[in-house]
């Protein structure tokens, strides 16, 4: 009885000390998968990030790289003569080709406030030929004849609405009544606004001889580029009249862009040379126009 006792008992240490042991074991392999776990895992983090990050760089690369198309855009360029109020109600001419003040900054204001950036014509060349990607939606502002009212009532509001504007000048005009001194176009340029050509004596282009023709071209940008040591690279016509020999005397004279008076909203595949424009008066409603 004894010994089946001392072998029973025998039997229970036994079975405890291989209980111990399975615990003991079953406790160090938790241990050692919770510092795996602890360990490894990190690492492994670790080595996937490089593996995240490349599809991020290459798409940044991608989207760098990716050829600039601007070829659906459509830039509107807007056509001012005066900026005033017209006192004389028989003046109907005057009041076709005059905005007010007021109206003119309410017109500025609603660029700014529908996302509108002003630019020039080199810019708008360079978005054109997809050398520039754009952020805003492009305006030009342009305002033929050079009147006094471009330098006393356009350029203030167009400061006010950190806006630009292109001013086409008749260069024999200047100092005249009514119109732009030197000192005048001065302090345009030196507030960024763009001066251009709209020859010398604003005659008809398509009704003189080549030699006039040729002087009114270059003698109206050379003056101007002398006077001021600017480029002067953009022209319009006077009362848009044009023909194929005066557009190449333009091109021959050194412009790089020309505007008529054909309404319509500037596309990549018009003619540099025949850039038709938006005529702005008192009634214009740009919500109708523009989008
Ligand atoms: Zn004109």
Aim: net charge negative; charged share 20%; aromatic share 10%.
């Amino acid at each position: 009885m004894t010994t089946f006792k001392r072998t029973s008992k025998t039997n229970q240490d036994d079975k405890f000390k291989r209980g111990l042991i399975f615990y003991l074991c079953a406790f160090i392999f938790i241990v050692i998968a919770a510092i795996l776990v602890l360990t490894v895992s990190p690492s492994r983090t670790k080595h996937q990030e490089p593996s995240i990050t490349p599809p991020n760089t290459i798409s940044g690369l991608d989207s760098e790289s990716k050829p600039i198309d601007n070829s659906s855009l459509e830039i509107p360029v807007l056509m001012y003569h005066y900026i005033r109020q017209v006192t004389d109600p028989n003046d109907s001419l005057g009041k076709n080709l005059s905005v007010t003040p007021e109206t003119f900054d309410k017109q500025l204001a609603w660029l700014k406030d529908h996302g509108y950036e002003a630019i020039t014509f080199d810019k708008a060349l360079d978005i054109f030929a997809n050398k520039e990607a754009i952020s805003n939606k492009p305006v030009i502002i342009t305002f033929d004849d050079g009147y006094k009212d471009a330098y006393t009532a356009a350029m203030p509001s167009l400061l006010k609405h950190n806006l630009t504007g292109i001013f086409y000048v008749i260069s024999a005009f200047i100092m005249r009544d009514q119109h732009v001194s030197f000192d005048d176009i001065s302090m345009m340029i030196e507030n960024k606004m763009t001066i251009g050509c709209h020859t010398l004596d604003h005659v008809d282009l398509t009704a003189v001889n080549p030699d006039r023709l040729q002087s009114e071209l270059v003698d109206c940008k050379e003056s101007l580029a002398n006077v001021y040591s600017i480029p002067v690279s953009d022209f319009s016509y006077p009362s848009g009249k044009y023909n194929d020999e005066v557009e190449n005397a333009v091109k021959a004279a050194g412009f790089k862009t020309a505007t008529t008076t054909h309404s319509g909203v500037w596309k990549q595949s018009d003619d540099p040379y025949q850039i038709p424009r938006i005529r702005m008066s008192e009634s214009t409603n740009l919500s109708n126009i523009l989008k």
